[in-house]
């Protein structure tokens, strides 16, 4: 018997989806809403058995998938994006009471961008060309070929853009997929699957398998007929990934955490870089690219204090579902806790309190206040780790040289942010900050053409054009005798 909840009236089955059919398991974990901390449903939990019965769907898929012309694969992930386009409103309020997010950011852009992402992967599959060249008369063909089941692993904080950034693509080389959504927010997985059956996937192409991490998605990881790893998430289960993906030889494409520099020089424009710096707030801080750490230079450091500080009091928090907030809570009450731990061992340390510095007294439950605090050592936990909430450490410099040793001591290289109005420094300082991404004086300007990815334990790999077929398919070369 299908099981299904209602999520303010719209109907998201709680089971998996395997081999096009929806399949239960006897225990369950709860879905617990960011919003009101109450139980949004009680999804199933899936290990071992779920696992194998959903790579086998895939496994079985595969020969005909990989068979199918590019044109017909292009135009099936083309209804998958127009199935999302049609349900915008639906997945996005149920993100919102999943995960915290901003509806109106949901409506206008994360789950539009979700939809991009299968538009963007059938264009560029039909597009993608082979190469060909010559050595001693023999010609070397090269060509890019299905790869088989690829397990895609994903975090909370955007759990339906993150998710279809790494299926599209997978889908379109060719491959099939085993998806396990995150288990703080799970739901628009499911909605993803009953999309791709109305879009007519055919059976087993698309598979998701709810649960835990440290179950499903370690079964996951295991089974030697995988034979691609996307994940996204944290350094410490990316760890624990590679050891699975070692034991197969399995390449894995790793997008993890980040604790990003971002610079204001003297020169730059004050008004655009206050905007940007504020906006690393959105999310409610749960994002990998946010600038978490913002260096201003001395000569403009009071200006851009007083007005970052004025900017950021107008920064609204409160229920994610209006239209009128900034920032919505945060996903989690561990998720909260360890925010907090983080601030309060600065504050012990030493740290100075700008803004913000604590749960929100008036909103109670998960919301937590935009946060800035100096006063922090450059070797301090909070200026070296990852915190993944609404907390900005502020430093000064003096000069080029200091802020670029500065920014680049660090254990991550995702992204750079550098405001300056001069074109040459910008170009300097962008060639030597170790980082996937460096944008200047923008801000998650973003073409899927280009690569993405991170340095360090920011990542392994890059994706997004190109890159992504590189990963996703064999690529083959086939050399031919005059
Ligand atoms: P997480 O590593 O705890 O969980 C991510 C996913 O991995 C979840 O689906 C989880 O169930 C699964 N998982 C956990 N343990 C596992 C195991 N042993 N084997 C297999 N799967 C397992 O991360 P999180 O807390 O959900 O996400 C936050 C992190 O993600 C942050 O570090 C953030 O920076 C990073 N992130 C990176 C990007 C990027 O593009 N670079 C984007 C978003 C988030």
């Excluded at 200047?440 to 790999?461: E, K």
Aim: charged letters at 20%; proline letters at 6%.
């Amino acid at each position: 018997m299908p099981r299904t909840t209602s999520v303010s009236g719209i109907e998201v089955s709680v089971d998996h989806w395997v081999g096009g059919e929806r399949l239960a398991s006897d225990a369950t974990f709860p879905d617990i809403s960011p919003l009101d901390q109450q139980v949004l449903a009680n999804v199933a939990r899936g290990g071992p058995r779920e696992v194998s019965a959903a790579v086998d769907a895939a496994s079985a898929a595969f020969p005909q998938w990989a068979a199918t012309p590019r044109t017909e694969r292009a135009a099936l992930l083309h209804a998958v994006a127009e199935g999302i386009e049609k349900r915008v409103d639906d997945l996005a309020l149920v993100e919102t009471l999943d995960n915290g997010g901003l509806l109106r950011s949901h409506r206008r852009s994360v789950i539009p961008r979700a939809a991009y992402n299968f538009h963007f992967f059938a264009d560029f599959l039909l597009q993608l060309g082979h190469e060909d060249f010559e050595t001693r008369g023999h010609r070397n063909h090269i060509s890019w070929q299905p790869a088989g089941v690829t397990a895609v692993i994903t975090p909370w904080n955007a759990p339906l853009m993150l998710a279809t950034w790494r299926v599209a693509p997978a889908l379109a080389a060719g491959n099939t997929v085993v998806l396990k959504p995150p288990e703080w927010a799970p739901l628009t997985a499911s909605l993803l699957a009953d999309i791709t059956a109305e879009a007519g996937l055919p059976p087993g192409v698309f598979n998701v398998v709810q649960g835990i991490g440290e179950e499903a998605g370690a079964a996951l990881v295991r089974d030697p007929r995988v034979r691609r790893i996307a994940f996204t998430g944290s350094v410490a289960t990316a760890r624990a990934i590679g050891h699975a993906a070692a034991e197969n030889v399995i390449p894995v494409s790793f997008e993890l955490g980040g604790k990003n520099p971002f610079i204001v020089f003297p020169d730059a424009d004050l008004d655009l870089a206050v905007r940007h710096a504020v906006d690393q707030y959105d999310n409610a801080g749960q994002v990998c690219l946010a600038g978490t750490r913002l260096y201003v230079a001395d000569a403009v450091y009071d200006e851009f204090l007083e007005r970052f500080l004025q900017a950021a009091a107008a920064w609204r928090v409160g229920d994610p579902r209006s239209e009128d907030v900034d920032m919505g809570p945060q996903i989690h009450p561990d998720h909260l806790a360890r925010i907090d731990g983080y601030v309060r061992r600065a504050k012990a340390a030493g740290a100075t309190v700008l803004l913000g510095g604590g749960p929100h007294p008036e909103l109670g439950g998960l919301y937590y206040q935009p946060t800035l605090l100096t006063n922090v050592a450059d070797d301090s936990e909070i200026n070296r780790e990852e915190v993944f909430g609404p907390v900005i450490v502020l430093h000064r410099f003096t000069d080029e040289d200091e802020v670029i040793r500065r920014a680049n001591d660090n254990i991550y290289g995702l992204a750079a942010m550098v405001f300056t109005g001069d074109r040459s420094r910008a170009e300097r300082v962008a060639d030597r900050l170790v980082a996937g991404t460096v944008w200047v004086n923008c801000f998650y300007v973003r073409d899927l053409r280009a690569p993405f990815g991170g340095a360090r334990l920011s990542g392994i790999g890059r994706e997004g054009g190109t890159w992504s077929f590189d990963f996703y398919a064999e690529v083959k070369n086939t050399v031919t005798a005059p």
